[in-house]
């Protein structure tokens, strides 16, 4: 017990909040040079040709896509770290902040879907079939985020470069705007995160036939894992929900805090489990 209040306590001292917000500055600057470059009207085309067209295009499409997933997940970690000093948020401003998080996690997803690959075209076919599944409401919402069917990838692209990012920008704001970071006290951070991206390349599918089962973006394999013993609207809309509403009312003064908290440990866990067999299965 000693030594996990230890590692929980050096953990909490890491500075995941500037490494966070550092992965999303450099994310904004690739992303411009990706962006630059990226058509909807020919999605697969221009993210394949970026990688053997473009000078130094593929580092960059790997900067902006590495730099974009440790933005989430140092995110994730800072939550974590200074959950305790969050408590002392107004209610709006700490509702404002969680749901930050699946706002990241749709301008990830639509990341995703703009390649355009197998992956890409398949998250977004998904995407648009649960969508449908919401009852009343549920056609036009897809009208409006995705509608890859019928528009292409206009609409998705739309919302990744502008709308979730705005949406973003709104709902973190009064946050990011108290939270200062210096660049040059994380030298040793951006070099590393620069020469990793060098090092390792983007995933982009190639064009292959005869695909039995696609493997989505890696924070919806549990979803995508859940679609096959649940009903879209319950798998892909109710069981996210669930987290998102448990940890909108995770406040320490809370009458059912504890009752909460053993929820979410549970939906993580079960979570973890499904990913992990969406990983062994079909691997």
């Known amino acids: 017990m000693i030594a996990v209040k230890r590692i929980t306590t050096f ?3 890491l500075r995941w909040g500037d490494w966070s917000l550092i992965s999303l500055y450099v994310s904004l600057i690739s992303g411009v040079v990706v962006g630059i470059h990226y058509s909807p009207a020919e999605p697969y085309y221009s993210a394949s040709a970026l990688d053997i067209l473009v000078p130094y295009g ?5 900067l902006h896509f590495y730099s974009s997933q440790f933005f989430f997940l140092f995110g994730v970690a800072h939550f974590l770290a200074v959950f305790n000093k969050s408590q002392s948020y107004s209610s709006k401003a700490y509702i404002y902040l969680i749901i930050c998080f699946p706002c990241i996690l749709m301008l990830l997803f639509t990341g995703y879907v703009l390649r355009a690959d197998a992956t890409g075209y ?3 076919m998904i995407a648009e079939h649960i969508l449908e599944a919401i009852p009343l409401f549920g056609p036009a919402l897809n009208n409006i985020l995705f509608s ?3 528009h292409g990838m206009d609409r998705v692209y739309l919302h990744h470069v502008i709308s979730f990012d705005l949406l973003f920008l709104f709902l973190a704001w009064d946050h990011l705007r108290r939270y200062r970071v210096m660049l040059t006290d994380h030298l040793l951070f951006i070099s590393l995160l620069l020469l990793f991206s060098l090092l390792v390349a983007a995933p982009i599918d190639p064009d292959q036939l005869g695909l039995l089962y696609i493997t989505g973006p890696w924070f919806f ?3 995508q894992e859940l679609l096959r ?6 798998a892909g809309v109710l069981v996210p929900a669930s987290l998102v509403t448990a940890l909108v009312f995770l406040r320490q003064n809370h009458r059912w805090y504890r009752a909460l908290l053993i929820f979410l440990c549970c939906w993580l866990g079960c979570y973890l489990i499904l990913t992990m ?3 062994t299965a079909h691997g």
């Open 221 to 223: 394999l549990g979803l």
């Open 122 to 124: 398949s998250a977004g």
């Open 277 to 279: 067999l969406a990983l």
């Open 58 to 62: 593929s580092f960059f499409r790997s």
């Open 11 to 13: 953990l909490a001292t």
């Open 148 to 150: 890859i069917s019928t």
């Open 229 to 234: 013993y649940l009903s879209p609207f319950v």
